[in-house]
């Protein structure tokens, strides 16, 4: 089922998470339902709060056959996460958020992290990401703590385009 998206200024973008703590067949169907709707809006991360859920989780992937493999990502549920290690090395690559249709800028961002998670079962997992896995990562976690890329972002630093259609609330 694909679930509306919350645009800015809806303050569930910027309302503290509360931290999962079941993981059953319930999370599993939201996870699945975040990633048709992030699929659907052609997004490669999506995190709870942008459907509505002020629950600490985000998903990612991005699997493009023709993609670099450093900047791919499988599809991920990243479950409690906490960014352990931001190298000291960053980029500067231009950004977009389904929760600010249209808008893109530049943000700065260590080049490497190391993310420590749950999975869907709770196991505790670690991942080092670089190139856009990293960026799409520290986005999404940001989400789970009140913040928006276009935070970063003046305005006169910020280009648009048409936003693709997909349900939003
Ligand atoms: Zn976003």
């Not at 990502?73 to 931001?86: D, G, L, Y």
């Not at 972002?153 to 259609?165: D, F, L, Q, T």
Request: glycine fraction near 6%; charge should be negative.
């Amino acid at each position: 089922m694909i679930l509306p998206i919350y645009i800015e200024p809806n303050p569930i973008l910027r309302s503290p998470v509360t931290p999962v703590t079941e993981f059953g067949d319930a999370l599993a169907k939201l996870t699945t339902e975040m990633r048709e709707t992030m699929h659907n809006a052609d997004g490669i991360g999506l995190a709870a709060p942008q459907i509505g859920q002020s629950i600490n989780l985000f998903i990612a992937e991005f699997d493009s056959q023709d993609a670099d493999p450093d900047d791919k990502i499988p599809f991920t549920v990243f479950i409690n996460p906490e960014i352990t290690w931001r190298s000291p090395q960053k980029t500067i690559f231009d950004e977009a958020c389904l929760s600010i249709p249209g808008v893109m800028g530049p943000v700065k961002r260590p080049k490497k992290i190391v993310i420590r998670y749950q999975d869907l079962s709770g196991v505790k997992r670690e991942k080092s990401l670089e190139g856009l896995a990293a960026r799409v990562a520290q986005h999404e976690f940001d989400h789970l703590k009140g913040v928006l890329f276009t935070d970063y972002v003046p305005e006169e630093r910020r280009s648009y385009r048409k936003a693709p259609e997909y349900p939003r609330i």
